[in-house]
């Protein structure tokens, strides 16, 4: 059983800066990949950014030049540094693990991300 942990969701203005953090349970983090996504009001769930075990990491275009994601497999945690956010980034932020596990994945309870005035 992997738990996520998101944390760092808020309201920011437009061209503001945050950054997500998901903190993973159980030993097995660095055989991991991990991904953000996110579900704004009314659209389906969609891929934001992955990390691979090896590092290598694939964006949305739509935040391509924004956002980084990141991890830390000491500590467990991936991390979504979002700068110049947009009101279309408005969405509820989920992190997901996915595990050699019966190829099974994990999702977090998701984190509000607000961009407004």
Do not use: H
Not at 12 to 28: D, I, N
Not at 77 to 88: A, F, G
Not at 97 to 115: E, K, L
């Amino acid at each position: 059983q992997v738990q996520l942990v998101e944390s760092g969701g808020g309201l920011v203005q437009p061209g503001g800066s945050l950054r997500l953090s998901c903190a993973a349970s159980g030993s097995g983090f660095s055989i991991y990949a991990m991904g953000w996504y996110r579900q704004a009001p009314g659209k389906q769930r969609e891929l934001v950014a992955r990390i691979t075990v090896g590092g290598s990491t694939n964006y949305a275009d739509s935040v391509k030049g924004r956002f980084t994601i990141s991890r830390d497999n000491a500590k467990k945690l991936v991390y979504l540094q979002m700068n110049s956010l947009k009101p279309e980034d408005t969405a509820v932020y989920y992190c997901r693990a996915d595990t050699p596990y019966f190829d099974r994945s994990y999702w977090g309870q998701g984190t509000q991300v607000t961009v407004s005035s």
